[in-house]
Structure formats: C-alpha cells, structure tokens
DNA sequence: TTAAGAATATGATAATTATCAGTTTTTACC
DNA sequence: GGTAAAAACTGATAATTATCATATTCTTAA
C-alpha cells in the first residue's frame, strides 16, 4: 500500500514534518515503499547509505559488531523513526547494522532529498538538529547506565523501556516480544545471564509470562530495582 | 588575554568555522572570555545553559553522576571543542556537568548568537550537524565497547586513546594526565580496580612511570589486548 | 619542614557475571 | 501430527570485578 507523504501520519513524530510542501512532494515522489521480513537487514555496519529509512510500521533494532563477535544493540527503531540519518549526514559509511524485529513498513528516500532541504530549509535542518540532539543524550543516558548499573538493573530497566516506548495489550502483555538473545543484546550481556535475571524477576512476582508472553506485574519493584533498592 | 574570534585559530577546529564575516563579528563582539582553574566547574548538570562554551585551552571532563553516587566521564573536551551545544539547540536542561581538567580558557558565547546562525545559515547548521553526527557515532562506539569490552580492555582503550588525542612529550609521556580516579570513571569501573590494572600494565611493560607521568612503552601489547589477543 | 590530607597502592574477600555443558520446551516445516 | 532445529532454561564452575580495610607515597599549606 503506498501513499503520499504529504498525508503520512507518521512523519508527525520525526524531522520531516519541517519540510515545505514543496520539499515533501518531492520526497513524495522519490520514495521508495518497501516491505521488511522479520529478521532481515535494511543495511549492514559499513554500508554507504544512499538514503534514510523512514519507518511506518515494525521495529528495528540498530546494532554493532563487537570485536568479541557479539551484536550490542544500541537502538530501538519503530514507527516515525528516521534510520541511517546520521550516516547519510556525515557522509560516512553506516557504523550500524539495521535488522527488521517483527515485519516492516518503511519508506526508503534518496540522500538528495535530504540534503537538499538541509541547506535550503533552516526550520528543517534546525529540526533535524533538535532530533540529533535528542538521541545523542539518550546515548550519553545509555553509556552511564551500561557502565554504572549492574546487569539485573539493566535488564529492569529494559522491561520499562520496551512498556514505555512500545506499549502493552489490554492484559498488559508487552507488545514488542524480543527474544531473550535480544534482550541480552540490548542489555550488554550474556544470553545465559539474561535468562537466568528474567526467571529470578518471575519467582519474585516483577514479570509473568504466558508462552512467549511478557507482562510487567510489579512495575514498583522493577523501578526500585533500578534506582538500587 | 582577549582577541577576536575571527582570528582565533581554534575556530578551525569547530563548527563556527562555517559561520559568515559577519556572524562571527556578533559573537566576537558577544563572547565573554573566562579562565577556569583545574577542578573548577562550567557547569553542572541540570542547569538551563544561555551559550556554549568553545575551548582555547585546557582540557574538561564532560560527566554524569549516576543513581550509585559515580561520575561517569562520558567525553573529554579539548581546544576547539564546543560544549554546551547539545542542550542550548535542544533547549532543554544540561545532561552533563562541565569540569576542568587543568587549567582552562575558554569564550562564552551568548545561545542567541548560535540560535540566530542556524536559522539564517544553512552552511553553519550542517556544519554543527556534521560534528553532532560524529559524536553521536563516537558515542555509539562507547556504548558498545562498555558492553562488550572487558575493565582490562577499557583500560588499555583509555591510555591509546589518550595519547592519540592528546598527545605525548618529547620522552613519549602522556601530556594530559588524569587522576586514578578520573580514569576509572572515563573507563567505568572502580578506582582500586583501575589501580591495579595500571600496576599490571606496569609489570607486563605496556606501562612505564615516572612520578605523575604515563608513558606508553609497548603499544603493540596494549592494542593486542584491546582486540582480544 | 612538617603535619594533615589526598592520592595511590595492595591484600583479602565477596559479589557479580561469563562460560560450558547439558536438558527441556517451543517453533517451524514437511 | 511428527520431527528436526531453534530457543529457552538450568547447573556447575571459572573468571572478572567490586568492596572494604589498611598501608604507603605524594602534595600542600601552615
């Protein structure tokens, strides 16, 4: 299904609502619509992006290859999200691989676009700016928690995020299910460890699980946690 | 020791290299030249920020107290650096405290001045995208390596990293000396653990001291270890 | 110059986390 | 529906890292 940008629900939460309608016919034209499977790669760590990814339905996962071979995920990308944005920027090849979640919507538009409106479009490339500047404290919040809190905090504090930022059903299951090796990555850790914290957190009542199934049940308890308790 | 910033060669360094004649002569006539002495503050985390602060001289450590009461040191600023940037175009609070290494000069410039370029220059709001681009990239690559790198291998990172970006004297020693403790919280791990990594660093001849100086005498041995050899 | 305080250093021990090996459960596919 | 493969789980153990206690060395200021 494809449609205008000019009409797109999703750019409301990311930088191109700054575009002038002028601007966003074009990029309108340009794009591309493309379907992601579960599990694929939209781009790979060094890639030279010809583009960015805007998001219109799915999560990916942004991560990096560590030299001890394991994925760190830095990121969690869903709808709204601009993808390779940064990359396409700075003129660089991508220092991170891109691995479609669940399945995925997303609209692929030409670098041209983009830097285009930069240069002609202040309100845009300031808006731009303010979202940059916004991940880039997320990043810093990031490198504090890897490296002040304790794996069993981290893995807490990821249930929180994946509730606060994807959601949960009317039971209270989340709605993003990541496999544990997932979690793991996301957290910075062994997969083994992982899954060892999230049985200890069932015996203590913090999360239960119905099959593959996450639901937060003591939300107190985990924020405690966190904060060292 | 004041002059004006169209002839400050640490502009080079920056992003206000690409502002105009003419803009660049408002923050000259706007800044406020300002010494800070090793220790002191620019300024503290969760302060509302009027200006950024560009570096001439000395070094600042850019960090963050976690919930377990340690600063982690999440950057280090140097000459031509720009700091304070992040917030001011996000308009939000500080996330960082500013601390000087050593003894610092630096120019304030008012958040008007920067603000004002951006709307009206394209060329300057890519040029602070571009260097906002490069530390978030940076920034991604700390994430991973807190995750995924051993305290021993952090620690060897920090001293390479130190010598490529700060240089060493004419007998090879660090010029940019930090505590112990200032280490550790660069690396993200106790003082007494970073203590005696330095003592085994010391043993093996990665290392060699002499009083408060480092010297890096076995490269190769330091870089072997940081790839996991 | 010397005494106090800070920084550095080391030892002993506990806590955390990773690794390896193996089992059970779930999923996907013929 | 049955089966192979993948994912989730558990136990035992080793490795890493933190913590606490204390000693030593270095700085600084009266």
Do not use: W
Not at 167 to 177: Q, V
Request: hydrophobic content about 40%; some cysteine; aromatic content about 6%.
């Amino acid at each position: 299904m494809e449609s205008r940008c000019e009409h797109c629900i999703v750019r409301q939460f990311n930088s191109l609502r700054a575009m002038t309608k002028d601007e966003l016919k074009k990029v309108s034209d340009a794009k591309i619509y493309k379907k992601v499977k579960k599990g694929e790669a939209l781009f790979e760590e060094g890639q030279k992006l010809d583009g960015v990814y805007c998001v219109r339905e799915g999560v990916s996962k942004l991560s990096k290859l560590s030299t001890n071979g394991k994925d760190q995920v830095v990121k969690l990308a869903t709808k709204g999200a601009v993808m390779g944005q940064r990359s396409v920027i700075a003129g660089e090849h991508t220092n991170l691989s891109a691995i479609a979640v669940n399945d995925m919507e997303v609209c692929f538009v030409p670098k041209e676009n983009i830097l285009d409106a930069l240069q002609k479009n202040p309100d845009f490339a300031v808006e731009v700016l303010r979202h940059m500047a916004h991940d880039l404290k997320e990043a810093d919040d990031v490198i504090v928690n890897m490296s002040q809190k304790t794996v069993k905090q981290r893995v807490a504090e990821a249930f929180l995020y994946l509730r606060n930022n994807f959601g949960e059903d009317h039971e209270g299951y989340l709605l993003l299910t990541l496999s544990r090796e997932d979690i793991a990555n996301v957290v910075g850790t062994a997969t083994e460890s992982c899954i060892r914290i999230i049985s200890e957190f069932k015996k203590k009542g913090y999360l239960s699980t119905s099959g593959k199934k996450i639901k937060i049940s003591d939300e107190k308890g985990l924020v405690e946690l966190v904060q060292g308790f």
